[in-house]
């Protein structure tokens, strides 16, 4: 069931997830605001406002206030210090950068800057209460990039198992949410939470807003005079997902745009998405046995060991369940 509504106060907005977002600014309009306020007290949904990297008019500004939400924000805005959620669109952003410790923030970054800057990356797990790592190229991944995300992925865990060790308690989404974690915590976008973008209409997420320019009356589900209208509902919720269902990499984002871009299919992942989702599975795996090791950690969770980094591989293992 819907939770969440996002609304885009900005063409420009920060993107906070896989996709791109436009350069060109074009604010939501005002009764917009209003109206995307007033839906989602209707239907008792938290909001997110997303905003651009400038300041916003005053009347904006008091129509947010008016109602309870969360602010997701680029590092660059004048607007900082009210973020709930930082968004760094570059690694570089985070050179010097002062300790957040309150607010959770968000790492945009490619395969190879990761690959690169793994160092400043690793150090930066200690700055924030929490640090997620998105990656912004997933459909390139090679083989060869693949067992170079592990080498990577190796080095934050050792980090966050040394700052354990020394009593502090950091969280990154590709490590410690599997060792917290007892189910599937997916993005959900489509069942869990919608958007509101600028132009007036909802859209599964963001990233069906910005991809689409050619086509986004195909992806629009709904505007604020006709309500919400989702075609085959049904297929972003996980029971209608035949992989995803069986699978533990509870922390997998399960995108369902990637899915739809590199599948053409809103309910099957590609295989650069699962294989990356069980690297890090894997890795928090043996972050929470070494831990283990030297104190009480989680004494309820258990990672099983498996031998496969893609469900697909053993599809018919699952269906014999």
């Known amino acids: 069931m819907l939770q969440y509504l996002i609304i885009l106060l900005d063409d420009s907005s920060t993107s906070y997830c896989h996709y791109n977002s436009q350069s060109a600014n074009q604010l939501i309009g005002l009764s917009d605001l209003a109206e995307g306020i007033k839906f989602a007290m209707k239907e008792n949904l938290m909001i997110q406002f997303v905003y651009p990297d400038f300041d916003l008019p005053t009347e904006y500004k008091k129509l947010i206030e008016t109602i309870d939400h969360s602010k997701i924000m680029p590092s660059t805005s004048p607007l900082i210090d009210c973020?709930?959620?930082?968004?760094?669109?570059?690694?570089?952003?985070?050179?010097?950068?002062?300790?957040?410790?309150?607010?959770?923030c968000v790492l945009r970054i490619t395969k190879e800057d990761l690959f690169t800057q793994k160092e400043l990356v690793k150090q930066s797990i200690s700055k924030f209460s929490r640090l997620n790592i998105v990656i912004t190229d997933i459909e390139s991944f090679s083989e060869a990039d693949l067992l170079e995300y592990k080498s990577v992925i190796s080095t934050l865990g050792e980090e966050i198992e040394r700052l354990y060790s020394w009593g502090q308690s950091p969280q990154t989404n590709v490590i410690t949410d599997r060792i917290s974690l007892t189910r599937m915590n997916n993005c959900n976008a489509g069942y869990n939470n919608i958007t509101l973008a600028p132009d007036g209409s909802f859209y599964v997420c963001p990233a069906f807003y910005y991809s689409c320019e050619e086509d986004k009356a195909a992806f629009c589900i709904g505007n604020l005079q006709t309500g919400l209208k989702i075609k085959a509902a049904n297929l972003y919720k996980l029971p209608y997902a035949p992989l995803c269902r069986n699978c533990d990499a509870y922390q997998c984002k399960r995108c369902v745009w990637i899915n739809r871009r590199m599948t053409y299919d809103i309910t099957t992942p590609s295989r650069e998405q699962c294989v990356l989702a069980h690297i890090e599975r894997n890795e928090s795996r043996r972050v929470l046995e070494a831990i283990r090791k030297e104190k009480t950690f989680y004494p309820e969770q258990d990672i099983p060991e498996i031998g496969y980094l893609d469900p697909y591989e053993v599809r018919v293992d699952w269906h014999k369940m």
């Open 83 to 104: 973020a709930d959620i930082i968004i760094f669109n570059n690694w570089k952003e985070l050179v010097g950068i002062t300790p957040y410790s309150k607010a959770t």
